[in-house]
């Protein structure tokens, strides 16, 4: 049997207990807001690198090639040629079609932004961590069918999935100590 004072809700007997409470509140807000924060770098830099992708694939092929990889991992240097051939074609053809990767750059970048809710008040805005979790899940089977539909290498999609991956796992850390933080600050009223 636990303690009243310790019981989920209750009120701090001492004025100890209370500096506990708050010091573990605060320290809980912390590591929440570290991985909400984390998330956000990722976003804005997946959204940052999605302006440039004709240079960053022209810079990936050079660096494949000028460092020896392409001899060492043939099958992922014939594929950057190959994406990096087929976004210069279209680019000098149908340089428009860049603005289709300049609102998936936007869209990252404003997705950053709602973050900002949980960044502030974790526990009102526990909503946009579980959108988020949501999202990542979508990610693999979007991966998987629009990959295979789109005829990507397969490694190419995992690449795609790791995203998820690396999403939710800020995600899930921030949710789990979110609803630690809400079980502690929720008070029971008194009967």
Not at 42 to 47: E, I, P
Not at 162 to 180: E, H, K, M, Q
């Amino acid at each position: 049997m636990t303690h009243p004072a310790t019981e989920v809700g209750s009120r701090p007997r001492t004025a100890n207990e209370g500096l506990m409470k708050a010091a573990a509140n605060a320290k809980t807000l912390r590591w929440i807001r570290v991985w909400v924060a984390v998330l956000m770098v990722g976003l804005v830099v997946s959204g940052i690198t999605a302006f440039p992708l004709q240079q960053e694939l022209e810079l990936a092929a050079a660096t494949l090639h000028g460092v020896g990889f392409a001899d060492a991992l043939p099958g992922l240097a014939e594929w950057v040629d190959r994406v990096s051939h087929g976004l210069d074609a279209t680019y000098a053809a149908y340089p428009f079609i860049a603005y289709g990767t300049d609102w998936l750059a936007f869209a990252h970048l404003l997705i950053a932004l709602a973050f900002i809710g949980p960044l502030q008040d974790p526990v009102r805005n526990v909503w946009v961590l579980q959108w988020g979790m949501l999202a990542c899940a979508g990610i693999v089977p979007l991966a998987l069918i629009a990959g295979w539909v789109r005829g990507l290498p397969l490694g190419w999609q995992l690449i795609d999935i790791s995203f998820a991956v690396g999403g939710i796992i800020p995600l899930a850390a921030a949710y789990v100590l979110t609803r630690r933080l809400e079980r502690r600050t929720t008070t029971v009223p008194a009967v």
